[in-house]
């Protein structure tokens, strides 16, 4: 069955960096746009960047622009998103995810002194 | 940016009952890239519909999706105990992609 797994989240002061991962398996993940979705605590959910199937397409949340870089590696079924210049409003659990074929369980970015 | 405004904001209803919800959003949703996800507390959302009406893998036929354009709605036939929870919409067809404010569908 689908699976994707996100890992590399933790705690980070601000203006740390941080690289989120995220396995893929159970489908064919190079015919898929992927994403990463962010929900901070108690709140709604907001869409961070997603990117194309060959990687020849990538945008970003206004919010992360000039930030965050989402990359993959088709050869590995695997999702990234580079996270710079981090700040207290990027705490959030994020979420690695296929509009077509579901969500990963996601993982916890905190930033805090 | 496509605003989308979920309603009602809270819906009681009891286990057995039909439950729909709306999903209007701000300007026409490109080919029809609309997406309905169900949240229970403490847990990642799941993908319930893609494409409007598309059911995802292994979700049950209780749940459907409709609409086009603006006007988008999310039926669940007969509600079952597991069914209560925070319902979002999302549109992928425009950057920046955007979600709704959710619509929790609580025990009467």
């Known amino acids: 069955q689908v699976q994707l797994v996100e890992s590399g989240g933790g705690l980070v002061k601000p203006g740390g960096s941080l690289r989120l991962s995220c396995a893929a398996s159970?489908?064919?993940?190079?015919?898929?746009?992927m994403s990463w979705i962010r929900q901070a605590p108690g709140k709604g959910l907001e869409w961070v960047s997603y990117i194309s199937t060959a990687s020849t397409f990538t945008n970003y949340a206004d919010s992360v622009k000039g930030r965050f870089t989402i990359s993959r590696d088709n050869a590995k079924n695997s999702l990234y998103l580079q996270m710079n210049s981090l700040r207290a409003e990027d705490t959030a659990v994020y979420y690695c995810?296929?509009?077509?074929?579901?969500w990963g369980q996601g993982t916890l970015v905190t930033v805090s002194s | 940016e496509i605003v989308l405004t979920q309603s009602p904001g809270t819906l009681s209803l009891s286990p057995g009952e039909r439950a729909t919800l709306s999903c209007r959003a701000s300007q026409s949703v490109t080919s029809n890239q609309l997406a309905w996800y169900q949240q229970k507390p403490g847990q990642a959302p799941r993908l319930l519909i893609y494409?409007?009406?598309r059911r995802a893998t292994d979700i049950p036929d209780v749940f459907s999706g409709s609409g086009s354009g603006t006007d988008f709605t999310l039926t669940i036939s007969r509600l079952e105990p597991e069914d209560f929870a925070v319902y979002y919409c999302q549109q992928y067809g425009s950057s920046p992609w955007t979600f709704g404010q959710g619509t929790k569908v609580e025990v009467k």
């Open positions: 494409g409007a009406s």
């Open positions: 995810a296929s509009m077509i074929k579901g």
């Open positions: 159970g489908f064919t993940f190079s015919d898929y746009y």
